[in-house]
């Protein structure tokens, strides 16, 4: 249970820190990785969407148990990044830098699964 809670946690601070950031970066985004931004909604819909899985995961902390099988799509959220940026990146459509946050999301996939497993499947048996 605590391992699952620090992860969570963790994750969710993360987040909190290195995305609303990004509001403030469309024309640096377009600058340093070019052709500028042409759908805003896209990039702005990210960051909001990436914002409010950040709050599910600090829920998820609070309560590992409870929110076990909400889990499974924080991990699905974790890799439909960092799975996309590293086929991306194979590509050479996406840069290095880009291709580091990728794989945070997996490694942080991979916490969100190792957190799962540790978890029994019924909340009642679940250590406090």
Known sequence: MKFARRVFLAAGIYGI?????????EDKVGRDFPPAITHPEFFYGFIGVALAWQV???????DPGRYRLGMLPAILEKVGFGGAAVV??????LSTTTLAAGVADLILAALFLLAYRSLPPDPAQAPR
């Open 17 to 25: 820190l290195i995305l609303p950031p990004q509001y403030f970066m």
């Open 56 to 62: 599910f995961f600090f829920i998820i902390a609070r």
């Open 88 to 93: 991306l990146y194979l590509q050479g459509r």
